[in-house]
């Protein structure tokens, strides 16, 4: 599925988000999940999920790197906050997207820019340089 507008830009969605419904038997309240990513992703943190509580978007889950697979376990309530239809309906709607660090393994698109010196920066730390070099050679006794 689309990665929703209102979803946090500073974390980037290489699976896009992925939608399911679950059937849970009758006296089962919660639902354990395990999503697999393979090959393994070192840059995913979790997965977003909308509190309907809260109505913001959360990060959840723990995250375990193994040989060539990457896996995020979490679980979600019958009518909890992170149950899209919050009805305690013995059914959990759950659109979830795995989140990841903007740059790292996996080939992300968005890579993070690396920070640069302005022109007056780079001047100010050659200036620095001279200045210490200058320094030590008088302190070395030679001109």
């Avoid at 309530?77 to 149950?83: E, K, V």
Wanted: aromatic fraction near 6%; include cysteine.
């Amino acid at each position: 599925a689309a990665v929703p507008a209102d979803v946090s830009s500073l974390l980037a969605y290489p699976c896009g988000f992925l939608d399911f419904d679950a059937e849970l038997a009758q006296a089962q309240q919660t639902l354990q999940l395990t999503v697999y990513f393979s090959p393994r992703n070192l840059s995913i943190v979790g997965v977003v999920k909308f509190n309907h509580l809260t109505q913001r978007w959360d990060l959840l889950g723990t995250v375990e790197h193994r040989a060539n697979k990457t896996l995020v376990r979490y679980s979600l309530s019958d009518g909890g906050p992170y149950d899209d239809d919050r009805a305690v309906d013995s059914r959990i709607q759950d659109p979830v997207g795995a989140a990841a660090l903007a740059i790292g393994e996996g080939g992300e698109t968005r890579p993070t820019p690396i920070p640069s010196l302005t022109p007056i920066g780079l001047g100010v730390l050659v200036a620095a340089w001279a200045l210490l070099l200058l320094i030590m050679r008088r302190r070395s006794g030679t001109t």
